[in-house]
T-cell receptor, first 114, second 112 residues
Framework: GENVGLHLPTLSVQEGDNSIINCAYS??????FIWYKQESGKGPQFIID?????DKRQGQRVTVLLNKTVKHLSLQIAATQPGDSAVYFC?????????????FGKGTKLTVNP | DAGVIQSPRHEVTEMGQEVTLRCKPI?????LFWYRQTMMRGLELLIY????????DSGMPEDRFSAKMPNASFSTLKIQPSEPRDSAVYFC??????????FGSGTRLTVV
């Protein structure tokens, strides 16, 4: 079935530390994954994506790792800043009948302590 | 581009009333998604459209919920009659195929 879940519901780090947020998915047919950041009172904001033919992708201060063997995604944030405090969601694209839908995990709340 | 535009930002209504939420997707996007977010259930996909055609409405909780997309630049999500358990934040998102999934700011619905 469709299931995108998170190992850790909350994560607290010190400013300047690196953060790692994890996500497990169960649909081995999924071939595209996205990480979103959601700040209080706002809609989810795209951070970075990765396709199943890759195992790593880097952005500005963020890196996404994909391990298809164990169906695991992680988001690494380098030098975490107070502005990174938010809820982070992983999402997978499920293809059905030639169309696609975006399915979200539960989310992890990241708190950055100054 | 102004992004995905949702209205209203906040809606408070009495139980039993009809509620209509509106969404204007990003121009050129051919997918439109409606999500509901609650603390208990997270972000749930309700329905999505491709080229204005509903593709999957399996997430719509009950017949009280309906969604339309009369043209490429407008969609509505209607709840009739509304109930307190419908209280949530409703998000609209749009995309081109496999790229650019962009969310609106959401409508916070409170049914009293």
């Amino acid at each position: 079935g469709e299931n995108v879940g998170l190992h850790l519901p909350t994560l607290s780090v010190q400013e300047g530390d690196n953060s790692i947020i994890n996500c497990a998915y169960s649909n081995s047919a999924s071939d595209y994954f996205i990480w979103y950041k959601q700040e209080s009172g706002k809609g989810p904001q795209f951070i970075i994506d990765i396709r199943s033919n890759m195992d790593k992708r880097q952005g500005q201060r963020v890196t996404v790792l994909l391990n298809k063997t164990v169906k695991h995604l992680s988001l690494q944030i380098a030098a975490t800043q107070p502005g990174d405090s938010a809820v982070y969601f992983c999402a997978e694209i499920l293809t059905q009948g030639g169309s696609e839908k975006l399915v979200f995990g539960k989310g992890t709340k990241l708190t950055v302590n100054p | 581009d102004a992004g995905v535009i949702q209205s209203p930002r906040h809606e408070v209504t009495e139980m039993g009333q009809e509620v209509t939420l509106r969404c204007k997707p990003i121009s050129g996007h051919d997918y439109l998604f409606w999500y509901r977010q609650t603390m208990m259930r997270g972000l749930e996909l309700l329905i999505y459209f491709n080229n204005n055609v509903p593709i999957d409405d399996s997430g719509m909780p009950e017949d009280r919920f309906s969604a339309k997309m009369p043209n490429a630049s407008f969609s509505t999500l209607k709840i009739q009659p509304s109930e307190p358990r419908d209280s949530a934040v409703y998000f609209c998102a749009s995309s081109r195929r496999t790229v650019g999934y962009t969310f609106g700011s959401g409508t916070r619905l409170t049914v009293v």
